[in-house]
């Protein structure tokens, strides 16, 4: 799926969002003995959630490139997605997570070189949110 | 999500808002049609003088009280609509796209500009401060204190429905006027959903109203000896008019006119970070607004015009055009069928003058199954001189005219010989050839690597030569001059 306009590319990290916090609520009830952690990653996925929306919406200009920035950013949806089977491992479902999350850093590193000649804060909070993924990363990595 | 959902569901029957109260005009009405579906989203009436007169009269009558009323206290009727604005964000935007037709990401654009306005004129008990000296002679104080005047009337435009009525309307009422918003019959809707939460922010009734219709309407309002200031932004014939007129009577007048952009496009630019502001220029809004590109002026030699032409006919071939409801839409249809014939027209106009049409936007492809009745593609045009109505004129469309120039003396002196004078933008690395064309260029609103030099709203909204008729501009401080009268006091006690 080619991402071409700013409201395209919010309406698609929102969407990441709201699936890796249903994912790690999810996992926070399949596996209570890491409970507070998938909960404080799913938390913190509805905070992105809320300053995506936020930073977008408040500095939204027409005046500027938001339909014309995001030529060649090409991403396929399953990319993103984590299916989980019953029988998973904890192991085996946190390498996927660590997957998923490496991924979605790429996208927003992406992202926000690519709408770094507009809307003043969405780069920033592109870049705030990819760093976050880092931390997340490692955090997942401690856990295997 | 791809295809966003549609507020307006059933077809809408306009009403005026005069004294705080929704009535019925007993004028004709007229359909308002989705320029992309084409579907009839509301009906809207054409008021007659009586009741031009019955607005008035309210405002009229408001006045005294309103002017009465604290700033704090008028500008806390701001903040709440401020806050009802964020929470109708989207609705507000995705009514934009239905009537006007522009892309979503754009319409967004719109509503927040228009909501920066309203957060600038909250400030207005520190905006609205006078100026004072003591002992100008000994013993004797002299101070500035600013008076609202009473109402005023906004005729808006069908370019930006929202937007534009909010470049003024904020501060009048803040500065303790009543207003008259006439909106444009094309495009309504977005001024009705803003008065609804007018209505629910508790503004006193009679001090913003709002009366649909024509020319007629507008007349009548310019005509009435109570109407003390006029702000208009549309076509600069009419702009010229309501100028005269208002001198005529002895109102205060902001007159936007018409608009013939230049972008300058130098050597040594950045090609990839200009381009797609370039597109944005031209296309964005499907070039309906007075601060598009209307004439790329390339500086320099024929390998650099090559490069900068590949590059800008490839950009503009990819975009996509359909309902600006669906997200992955860069433009969308012009505003009306009457608005798609003028550009055919010119486009007609351009090939029989001798312009060569490198891209030619008349049988676009349009993403999804509407009718083509409002649609058209992005047309660039070469080869194009200064002569040419297509260089003169303005189009009002998605027409690219690619000009050339040996140097950026040339570039400038062909932006001097047009008539307009609302913007012009450069695109270079140079700090030198930037700061003498925001030096030398005639123009209100100066782009440096901008593509759309569109001030914020504690700047003024400028325009010079044939765009702007008046002195005091729309946003900010200037508005809050031109919504005041400044009264001199020079006192002494004994």
């Given at each position: 799926m080619k991402l071409q306009t700013a409201s395209q590319v919010i309406n698609f990290a929102l969407q990441l969002e709201e699936n890796l916090f249903k994912l790690y609520e999810n996992l926070a009830k399949s596996y209570p003995e890491k409970k507070d952690i998938f909960l404080s990653f799913a938390r913190e996925n509805k905070k992105n959630k809320t300053l995506i929306q936020r930073v977008y919406q408040e500095v939204v200009?027409?005046?500027?490139?938001t339909g014309f920035s995001?030529?060649?950013?090409d991403v396929d949806e399953r990319f993103f997605q984590i299916n989980l089977s019953q029988d998973d491992k904890l192991s085996s479902v946190l390498k996927k997570a660590q997957d998923i999350e490496k991924r979605i850093q790429n996208f927003y590193q992406e992202v926000a070189l690519k709408s770094k000649s507009f809307l003043a804060d969405v780069p920033g909070a592109f870049e705030r949110i990819a760093k976050k993924k880092e931390e997340r990363k490692q955090k997942i990595n401690s856990l295997i | 999500m791809t295809h966003l959902e549609e507020p307006i569901k059933e077809v809408l029957i306009l009403k005026n808002y005069i004294d705080g109260e929704w009535v019925d005009s007993k004028g004709n009405f007229h359909d308002i049609i989705?320029?992309?579906?084409?579907?009839?989203i509301a009906k809207a009436p054409s008021s007659s003088k009586k009741e031009v007169g019955e607005a008035i009269s309210c405002a009229k009558n408001a006045f005294p009280e309103w002017r009465k009323t604290p700033p704090l206290a008028r500008c806390r009727c701001l903040f709440r609509l401020k806050e009802l604005l964020e929470e109708n964000f989207e609705e507000l935007s995705r009514v934009q796209t239905m009537e006007h037709g522009k892309t979503i990401d754009e319409s967004r654009g719109e509503t927040r500009r228009g909501i920066e306005n309203v957060e600038v004129a909250t400030a207005i008990p520190s905006l609205m401060m006078g100026e004072n000296l003591e002992?100008?002679?000994?013993?004797i104080d002299e101070y500035l204190i600013r008076q609202p005047l009473g109402i005023f009337t906004c005729i808006a435009p069908f370019n930006f429905p929202f937007m534009v009525p909010l470049w003024f309307t904020p501060y009048a009422v803040a500065c303790g006027n009543c207003i008259i918003i006439k909106p444009s019959p094309r495009v309504p809707v977005s001024q009705v959903k803003l008065t609804e939460l007018v209505d629910e922010a508790g503004f006193?009734?009679?001090v913003w109203n709002i009366i649909h219709g024509e020319a007629d309407v507008a007349t009548s309002l310019l005509e009435?000896?109570?109407?003390k200031g006029v702000s208009f932004v549309g076509s600069t014939p009419v702009a010229k008019k309501i100028y005269q007129m208002c001198g005529q009577t002895g109102k205060r007048v902001i007159a936007q006119g018409g608009a013939k952009n230049f972008m300058v496009i130098m050597p040594d630019t950045d090609l990839d970070k200009t381009i797609p502001a370039l597109m944005t220029s031209f296309f964005g809004n499907t070039g309906q607004r007075?601060?598009?590109?209307?004439n790329a002026v390339c500086v320099g030699d024929d390998k650099f015009y090559k490069r900068f032409l590949d590059s800008f006919l490839s950009a503009t071939s990819k975009i996509k055009i359909g309902y600006?409801?669906?997200?992955?839409?860069q433009m969308g249809p012009l505003q009306s069928e009457e608005a798609k014939k003028r550009v055919l027209g010119y486009i007609e106009k351009g090939i029989q003058e001798?312009?060569?049409?490198?891209?030619?936007?008349?049988k676009p492809k349009i993403?999804?199954?509407?009718?083509?009745?409002?649609f058209l593609g992005p047309a660039v045009f070469d080869?194009?001189?200064?002569?040419?109505s297509i260089a003169k004129?303005?189009?009002?469309?998605p027409v690219a005219c690619i000009m050339r120039a040996k140097s950026l003396d040339e570039a400038i002196g062909m932006i001097h010989k047009n008539?307009?004078?609302?913007a012009a933008c450069i695109f270079t690395s140079s700090g030198a050839s930037a700061r003498k064309f925001q030096y030398e260029v005639e123009c209100g609103n100066i782009g440096i690597n901008i593509g759309i030099a569109a001030p914020m709203a504690f700047f003024p909204f400028s325009g010079m030569k044939e765009s702007f008729f008046g002195i005091l501009h729309g946003q900010g401080k200037e508005a809050v001059r031109f919504f005041t009268e400044s009264k001199v006091v020079i006192g002494r006690w004994w």
């Open positions: 200009s027409d005046a500027l490139e995001f030529e060649g950013l | 989705n320029p992309a579906t084409g579907k009839i002992d100008i002679a000994s013993g006193p009734p009679g009435s000896q109570d109407i007075c601060l598009s590109g209307a600006g409801l669906d997200e992955t839409i001798g312009a060569k049409l490198l891209l030619d936007g008349r993403e999804g199954a509407y009718p083509a009745n409002c080869n194009v001189t200064a002569d040419m004129e303005e189009i009002f469309g008539p307009f004078g609302n």
